[in-house]
Nanobody
Framework: QVQLVESGGGLVQAGNSLRLSCATS????????MGWFRQAPGKEREFVGT????????YYAESVKGRFTISRDNAKNTVYLQMNSLKPEDTAVYSC????????????????????WGQGTQVTVSS
């Protein structure tokens, strides 16, 4: 069992930045590919980005590419989401998730492949 706890959300003005963290329990953090997802009010949860087990590969949704960066520190069992140039349409609850991965470099894009989820943290971007 892996527990995930997000932090770092809040209210920011458009154009500013936020850094979300996702701390995980357990000794097997490096066994999982990690992903970030978001859900805006009245909308389906959507994929934001993912990072491979070793942290060398990342993949982002088109809507955030070039503005958001995912990184991880396997020694600290933590994954990060750096969000720059935030827009009002980025307003959502952001959740991190963990997916089993047999490869050090594989990227996991499907929500259904993620088996552990955090509770989420609210990000609100004002115009």
């Amino acid at each position: 069992q892996v527990q995930l706890v997000e932090s770092g959300g809040g209210l920011v003005q458009a154009g500013n930045s936020l850094r979300l963290s996702c701390a995980t329990s357990g000794r097997t953090f490096s066994s999982y590919a990690m992903g970030w997802f978001r859900q805006a009010p009245g909308k389906e949860r959507e994929f934001v980005g993912t990072i491979s087990r070793g942290g060398l590969s990342t993949y982002y949704a088109e809507s955030v590419k070039g503005r958001f960066t995912i990184s991880r520190d396997n020694a600290k069992n933590t994954v990060y989401l750096q969000m720059n140039s935030l827009k009002p349409e980025d307003t959502a609850v952001y959740s991190c998730a963990a997916a089993h991965s047999s490869s050090w470099y594989s990227l996991i894009r499907r929500q259904a492949d993620y088996v552990y989820w955090g509770q989420g943290t609210q990000v609100t971007v004002s115009s």
